[in-house]
Each structure stands twice: as C-alpha cells, then as structure tokens.
C-alpha cells in the first residue's frame, strides 16, 4: 500500500472497539445499576488495555422493558444513568485518552411509551399515527421475542406491528416525515461530538410486513444511502450494522465505500453452528469444528477493498464465548487467550464485549424467578405451556440467555465484585471471587495483558489491517492460517480442542509474536497441548 493511500485509510480499519453494557459495567450511587459516571471512572483502565473507541449500548430515556432498546426520548439520557451533563463529560473525557464514543442506534423501534407513539394511539388521524405500521388484519408474522408481531389497539381498531415485544412498536420507515426526524436526533448527537453509530437491527427497517418481509427489504439501500446523506456522510464516523441476514454477497451491499452506506457489518453466522437447523437459538447442537473453521475462513474472502467485516465473539445478546467454544474451567485462561487469537489475526475490526478481557464466564441459574432478560423468560412461557419440562428450559437458558452476558462487571473480589456498594440489578457471577480486574492486572499472563498485547499489534502492525488471509490444511480441531503482505508473513496456530493435536506445517518460525503456552520448535511435525495458541512470524 502506498503511503498516501494508507493516510486515506479510515481510523476504524486499525481500530479495536470495546462495547459496555452501561447497566452491568460500573455504579457510582449505589443503586445497584451501572451508570455513566462509573465509565468515567473506568476511563483509564480501557485507555491502558488500549482501545480506540466504546461501543455503548443504550442509555437514552426508555421504560426498560428490553433494557434500553425501548426508545422513549431519544434526545435524553435515562435517569438511571445519569444527566446529558454527565454524558457530555463522557464524551470528552473519553476524547482525552483517544477514545470515542459510539453511540447505539435504535430506530426499527421505539417504546409504546415514546410521545409519537402515545400520539399515533390517541389520535389516528395525526401525522405521528403514520410513524407506525398499522394493518387491519394481523398476518403470520412472528415476534422475536416469542407470539405474534401485531396487537391489536382497542382505541385505533388496528394491529400495530412489533418484530420485538408488543412494547417496542416498529417504525414505518416509508414515511418521509419519520426518516427525518430520525435523522434529524442522529445530527443531534453528531454534534455532541461521538465517533459512530452502531445500528440495532438495521437490516429490518426496510420492512414490507404486508408481504412477509422483514429483514433485506427492497428499500433497505436507498434508506441508508439517504441516511448517509442526510447524517454522518462526509465525517470521520464509524457505522456498524446489526445484519443476522448478512453474507458474502450482501455485505459489500451495505460497506462498499462507494455506496455511501455504512462502514461495516456485523454478521453472525458463528452464532448458527451450535444450534440445530431450522430450530431457534435455545435448540443446541455441539459445536463441529471444521464448521467453525469453514465460517471463519469463508468471511475472510469479503473483499476488503469494498466491503469491510466486524471480528466478535461477544456481545449483550449471546453467551459468553469461553463458557461457548472454549473450557471454562480446566483451561479457562488458555482457552480464552486461544479463542482471542484465533479472532484477533483475522482481518476485519475487532469488538471486545465487556468481562471478555479477564474471560468472564456464563452464569447459570436455577430458576426462572433469577433470569431478568425479556427474551429468555417469554420463550420460558411459551415452551411450558407447549409442554416442555422446566429442567430442560432452564438448561437452554443456561447455555444461551441473554443474561450470561448481563451480570455485572467483575472488578474484584469483594461482594459485589466492586461494582456496586448497593444490590446489583442482576446477581454477580459467584466466580467473582477469582476472576476479576483486580487480579488480571496482578498478573502479567493473565488473559487481559493476552488482549492488551493484540490489540496494541492491531495498532502497530498493518499486517492484520491489510494482509490476505489463507487457511492451512489441518485437521478438523487445529485452525491454522497465514497472513500475509508484501513486507511481511504471519502464521497463526490454534489448537481448539482440549485434547493434544497433531500438525504438521511448512512454516519455518522467525519470531514468536504472541503465545499462550508452550510453542513447539518444529511445526513440520508436531504435537499441541490443549488449547495452545501462538502467533509468529514466518519465513516468507
Ligand atoms: C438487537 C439488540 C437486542 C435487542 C433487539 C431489539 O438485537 O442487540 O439487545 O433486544 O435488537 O432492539
Ligand atoms: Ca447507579
């Protein structure tokens, strides 16, 4: 790459972005919920592990039903969390230590409880009623979060539509009228100063319900080219898609630079290989690892000259990744470093979720009177009264709810892991007692200085930014690959099983760059101990 074509390259392709859970990350009053004056507390821990930017989950003004991703006023901030004054600090206190503010972006929806909504219901002939998606008849359409996606409104004498619960009311985006006030709350937060948008579910608002479409509608381009015009089109701004839908050849749809969409997407389809076919999330399957390998390898062949593709294991929806694919006992720390390497060499931008740094791990309940989150204790319902038996559903919960992601931060090791003085909203994970910041940054092998050191090589070596990507042939439980550019060749090896593994590779090592155990002196056969993963640099 040319030096004047690597000074044009935008921040984000370097970057690694670290997401907050605002609920669950750090509570400075005692109330037992994160707030905003806890991640400015923080700041300089997430300025030593070194990210570029925060990706911050909902804090605007919401009822909380599906905490925070229910929009009430998108112009203020919740009281739970604090005031717009606190915010604003937020956002330069953060820019004082290079970090940006990536704010969520939630506008499939709003709350029933948002002023356009309590509007359209009242009055069926103001301009706000056409904001929504009315229908006189309900059709098959279902909601994510379990039944139909239409309620009827006994004042109105319509169903309104709602892909997500009946207190999230979906927008109708073929309104002129209602694409401009959403652009007009994005200018209002471009000028407060943030560095991007992360867009929930934005791959639906091209919705036709009447003929079953949802996800991918035709409309959906022309809406975000609109958008890009209307908002963030010309700025040092990073956009991130929620695409479920995404793939290889719709990707480039949405990140192509010169489309003027967005800067890139997240695709999920990982999320799809310990699940079985055709059934929904809680349907569980073990995971087969030559699957993973192919998922992996098969995003690698975007072309990353028009399109661009997001790295993530973790995020507030899914379980936690080392509980997931790695072992969250025996090989908790070599799992976790392995799984983060694994992710880390690949091209794309990398997300860490928070927790994931110290390799926090799921938290099992024992009774649904202990799972907060919307989505797990509707399926709950619904499969009861189909029949199911609570074991197995509580076991489903375990393995894939929400809430595994959701529980607080773990700081250290007092009673509720440092952070709140009061009752956490949602219980600590007991394991707090052990794995927490405190001890991470105690001990210079622990799983964060494993992240700390991937992320500063992001920063620093332009290889994981722009090298091509080639997978090696080894069985199903190693996953090794190269990358590589024209100054420079990387190889990657991991181990991703619990049982020692075979490899016989052609690479002759130079520097052993990153490692989470021991790394063998001849690749051309070879035996990896569990879990082993190492990065170095090759013979080119
Ligand atoms: C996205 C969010 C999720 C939320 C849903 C509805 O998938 O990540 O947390 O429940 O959208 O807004
Ligand atoms: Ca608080």
Sequence with gaps: MTAEKQKQEPWWKQAVIYQIYPKSFQDTNGDGVGDLRGIIKRLDYLQDLGIDAIWLCPVYKSPGVDNGYDIADYEAIDPQYGTMADMEELISEAKKRGIRIVMDLVVNHTSDQHPWFIEARKNPSSPEHDYYVWADKANELKSAFSGSAWEYDGQVGQYYLHLFAKEQPDLNWKNPALRQKVYDLMNFWIDKGIGGFRMDVIELIGKVPEEDITANGPKLHDYLQEMHRETFGGRDFLTVG?????????????????????????????TELDKQAGKEKWDTKPLDYGDLKNVLAKWQKLDFNHSWNSLFWNNHDLPRIVSRFGNDQQYRERSAKMLALLLHGLRGTPYIYQGEEIGMTNCPVSAI?????????????????????????????????????????????????GFTSGRPWLAVNPNCQEINVKNALNDQDSIYYFYKKLIALRHQERILTDGSFELLDTADAVMAYHRENAEDKWLVVCNLTGEEQEVFLPDKVKEVLLANGPVPEDLSAAVLPAYVAFLCRVKK
Excluded: C
């Excluded at 630079?257 to 695709?267: A, G, H, I, N, T």
């Design 242 to 270: 929620e695409t479920w839908g995404a793939t290889l050849d719709n990707a480039p749809l949405y990140s192509d630079p010169d489309r003027k969409e967005l800067s890139m997407v997240f695709q999920f389809e990982f």
């Design 369 to 417: 009177d202990e799972v907060e989150d919307i989505e797990a204790r509707r399926m709950y319902q619904e499969r009861l009264a189909e029949g199911w038996k609570k074991e197995d559903l509580i076991k489903a919960i375990n393995a894939r709810g929400r809430d595994n992601a959701r529980t607080p931060m773990q700081w250290d090791a007092s009673a509720s892991a």
